[in-house]
């Protein structure tokens, strides 16, 4: 892969290892906030204070999100997506390649960059309007509703980074002219 498509791609790759090292911490912090909110019901009940609340709650979900919307492009960076592997397991590697580059440019980019782009909107709205929950001591949905264009870019940018990894590997397959590699799956940060 001529240097500069292999740098995009580490590029990409190492945008989504970021976002994916924030969704790992973030899990923590979305299991201590849990454990609190259930053992905050359980003894604030017992000596009749209050020890969880609607935000604790709250965060716990929003987490959840970050989770997820960030961890959608590492996990196909990783090939962590669920596939039905029926017919494929029977193909030749250059078939199984072109099978998934076209599901990339044909299904996984045109929905992720849809989705990012009717998302814009209403993340847009919800700071506009400085959009709270509406319960009492809920959070802001303003970041929540930021996260879902960016879990998509971050979801197409990694479909074009696998895309361009998976067109080098069918233009070149085993062979390396020019002593160059493509890019590996992981690599970046």
Do not use: C
Not at 114 to 125: F, I, T
Not at 133 to 143: A, C, H, I, Q, V
Not at 149 to 160: D, E, N, Y
Not at 169 to 187: A, F, N, R, V, Y
């Amino acid at each position: 892969m001529n240097g500069r498509f292999a740098g995009l791609v580490r590029m990409l790759d190492g945008m989504n290892a970021a976002a994916a090292w924030l969704a790992r911490w973030s899990v923590l912090l979305m299991l201590a906030i849990g454990f609190w909110n259930v053992v905050g019901r359980y003894v604030g009940s017992a000596i009749g204070i209050n020890l969880s609340s609607n935000g604790l709650i709250e965060a716990q979900w929003y987490l959840f999100a970050l989770i997820f919307l960030l961890g959608l492009g590492w996990t196909l960076q990783k090939d962590g997506h669920v596939r039905v592997d029926v017919l494929q397991s029977r193909w030749s590697a250059r078939r199984q390649a072109r099978q998934e580059l076209s599901s990339l440019l044909l299904l996984l980019l045109p929905f992720a960059f849809g989705v990012m782009a009717l998302s814009v909107a209403p993340a847009l709205r919800s700071w506009s309007i400085g959009e709270m929950s509406p319960d009492p001591g809920g959070l802001p949905r303003t970041w929540l509703k930021s996260l879902i264009p960016v879990g998509f870019l971050l979801l197409g940018l990694q479909g074009i980074a696998e895309s361009l990894r998976l067109r080098w590997k069918l233009m070149h397959g085993d062979e390396q002219s020019d002593g160059q590699q493509p890019p590996q799956e992981g690599t970046g940060l």
